[in-house]
């Protein structure tokens, strides 16, 4: 357990609809990742928050937006959903931001797009 | 982007030591080298990271080459519980994003 949580754990949603998944951070952590995980493949970096503003982006279309709360929980949106979008998703906790950090992952949201 | 190169697959037995390799040519001298590890249908795990020298932890054993172009993890007695995909990582002193490369799927045979 590392005390990062994510939901919900599963969720089917069709073509063209909006999703939203949340994650809670381990407690005292202030950065937050999102990850997609396609069958097969490593996470692909979407964005990262640390202290509510966006801190980093991968190459993943606009209609991927975030938000990260006071508490440092945080949230993932995908608008107009399409059938690629269905994967892994994970969301990975830290303390700062910085390359001697150790990021916690959540067990991750399975979302599948018919 | 520092790249990692790992092999796409490995075996090995049951309570015997295991070493992974990684080769990162193009590393520079403010990357860091982690390796994360992500059991079946979970997310992933951190294991271990390092600089320049060696390092070791509860889970495994880090070398690092001299010349840092490459590194290899060592899981001291391998278990069942060990069988995993593992990722090399270098983390950029510039920016210090998570990349996942595709990793080594180790399996552990009893």
């Known amino acids: ?114 | 982007d520092a790249k990692t190169t790992q092999p796409n697959s490995m075996e090995s037995n049951e309570e015997e030591p295991v070493h992974l390799p990684c080769n990162h040519s193009t590393i520079s001298g403010t990357d860091y080298i982690h390796w994360y590890r992500q059991l079946p249908s979970q997310g992933p795990e951190y294991v271990i990271h390092g600089l320049t020298s060696n390092v070791n932890n509860r889970m495994a054993s880090l070398a690092i080459a001299e010349d840092r172009k490459s590194s290899t993890l060592i899981l001291h007695r391998a278990t069942l519980r060990d069988a995993a995909v593992y990722y090399c990582i270098l983390r950029d002193g510039r920016d210090d994003k998570i990349i996942f490369g595709k990793g080594t799927r180790l399996h552990i045979l009893p």
């Open chain 1, 1 to 114: 357990e590392t005390g990062v949580t994510q939901s919900p754990t599963h969720l089917i949603k069709t073509r063209g609809q909006q999703v939203t998944l949340r994650c809670s951070s381990q407690s005292g952590h202030n950065t937050v990742s999102w990850y997609q995980q396609a069958l097969g493949q490593g996470p692909q970096f979407i964005f990262q928050y640390y202290r509510e503003e966006e801190n980093g982006r991968g190459n993943f279309p606009p209609r991927f937006s975030g938000l990260q709360f006071p508490n440092y929980s945080s949230e993932l949106n995908v608008n107009a959903l399409e059938l690629d979008d269905s994967a892994l998703y994970l969301c990975a906790s830290s303390l700062g931001v910085g390359v001697d950090t150790e990021a916690f992952f959540g067990q991750g949201t399975r979302l599948t797009v018919v």
